[in-house]
């Protein structure tokens, strides 16, 4: 049971003891706090709720929850198996993980805005030549000769990016306690600042 939510700071890259360069993708995770646990016999499930970060906004319902563990910013719940020795207003932080432990970072991608069918598709677009004028870039026929309609999930030009994307199997390089930081090998998806949910991958397998 291990999970974190984090911000992404920004891609570098480190350099090993045999002079190897890794890529990575600095995260500020945590502190968290648990705000709450939920429980089989209570709620029909076990799981735990953590929240990142502090606002100066607070809605009704959370008044009573600001009271007691602050004004967080944001909240993300994540199942376990057990929940013994957890309890409310725990506070977690990058010490949860250890180097090389396997994470699936789940993040927002980028929003690409509303984007052709090269681009977000990867059509490889028409010739250029024997009259096909100002139909390089486009897609083609999309109709059905027979129902005579556009099927669902036909490929289109379309809104590209901002969705919910994870990338698993990723490893975690190096941890700084003092800044809160983490060092995970490889990508992750969204800009730098954007909201990051870290979790302990199940499989234990590794991207190298």
């Not at 735990?48 to 959370?62: A, D, E, L, S, Y």
């Not at 000769?145 to 590209?160: I, L, T, Y």
């Amino acid at each position: 049971m291990k999970f974190l939510i984090g911000k992404k700071l920004g891609m570098s890259q480190i350099f090993t003891d045999d002079g190897v360069v890794v890529p990575v993708t600095y995260i500020e995770a945590g502190p968290c706090v648990v705000t709450d646990v939920r429980t089989e016999d209570k709620d029909g499930y076990n799981a735990v709720q953590i929240g990142f970060g502090t606002t100066r906004t607070i809605n009704k319902p959370q008044e009573a929850r600001a009271k007691q563990l602050g004004p967080v910013r944001l909240t993300r719940e994540a199942r376990v198996v057990s929940v013994d020795g957890v309890k409310t207003g725990d506070i977690w932080t990058v010490g949860e993980f250890t180097v090389g432990d396997v994470v699936d970072v789940t993040g927002t991608s980028k929003g690409r805005g509303f984007a052709g069918v090269v681009k977000r598709h990867g059509f490889h677009g028409h010739n250029t030549t024997h009259g096909t004028k100002d139909q390089v870039r486009k897609s083609g026929s999309v109709g059905a000769q027979g129902p005579q309609r556009v099927f669902k999930d036909m490929r289109m030009a379309g809104h590209m990016g901002d969705e919910r994307v994870t990338v698993k199997n990723l490893k975690v390089v190096s941890i700084d306690p003092e800044r809160n930081t983490l060092a995970i090998r490889g990508a992750i998806p969204g800009a730098r600042g954007g909201v990051l949910f870290i979790r302990a991958n199940v499989t234990g397998s590794v991207w190298n």
